[in-house]
């Protein structure tokens, strides 16, 4: 069974930096395109980051096949990058979410 499993959200200071992770199991990890999204309150789901490219310039995505994981390193966060942010696994036709992790960032 595929599971995605987010982790290291939370509340942070306009400024700050926060590092998400997010672990894969069920899947051979190494042979999926690895992506992180985000969805804001009232707001569509939007691409963050996706293999070794960002989007957004302030945020760096990464990936430890041999830990199975991907990493987002978000610097400089603005409140308007409040968001539940999922990781994405896709290959072809798969294509898997994890459940999110909440990000709020306010003073």
């Known amino acids: 069974q595929v599971e995605l499993v987010e982790s290291g959200g939370g509340l942070v200071q306009p400024g700050g930096s926060l590092r998400l992770s997010c672990t894969g199991s069920?899947?051979?990890?190494?042979?999926?395109?690895m992506s992180w999204y985000r969805q804001a309150p009232g707001k569509e789901r939007e691409l963050v980051a996706t293999?070794?490219?960002?989007?957004e310039g302030r945020f760096t995505i990464s990936r430890d096949n041999a830990k199975n994981t991907v990493y987002l390193q978000m610097n400089s966060l603005k409140p308007e990058d409040t968001a539940v942010y999922y990781c994405?696994?896709?290959?072809?036709?798969?294509?898997?979410w994890g459940r999110g992790t909440r990000v709020t960032v306010s003073s």
């Open positions: 994405n696994a896709r290959r072809f036709q798969e294509n898997y």
């Open positions: 069920g899947f051979t990890f190494s042979d999926y395109a």
């Open positions: 293999s070794a490219e960002s989007v």
